[in-house]
């Protein structure tokens, strides 16, 4: 019982945390910040299946890059997605994950393109 109890702590450290992002002010907080460290906006459709089988891919996986995460409900904050993609001159989609790091999106990707690895090889450029 106590190894179990152990692996579950390692486990409990490595478990992704999504910030949700719910208004355009957010969006700008976002650009300020990724003067310090960069950003992922992944902007997610609950509606769709590709874009829940994208989500649960990256919440899988670890990375030791310092990267935040945000989550953007696409259905509940449409508003917001355009205000991303009209903000950083990034066509919208769905998935899509968005890499700020110093006031700019960086990398963009969408669909089955959009991988940890790629995501931590652009945030440590």
Request: hydrophobic share 40%; charged share 25%.
């Amino acid at each position: 019982m106590p190894e179990h109890s152990f692996l579950t702590k390692i486990f409990d450290l490595v478990k992704m945390e999504w910030l949700e992002l719910t208004t355009e002010e957010e969006v700008n907080d976002i650009t300020a910040l990724s003067f310090e460290q960069p950003v992922v906006i992944f902007k997610h459709s609950t509606r769709c299946s590709i874009s829940s089988m994208v989500k649960s891919r990256l919440e899988r996986s670890v990375t030791t890059a310092p990267i935040l995460f945000y989550y953007l409900d696409l259905i509940r904050y449409r508003n917001v997605s355009n205000y991303i993609a009209s903000k950083y001159s990034i066509e919208h989609e769905s998935p899509q994950a968005l890499l700020i790091k110093n006031g700019e999106c960086v990398h963009a990707e969408s669909h089955m393109g959009i991988s940890m690895e790629e995501l931590e090889a652009f945030a440590n450029q």
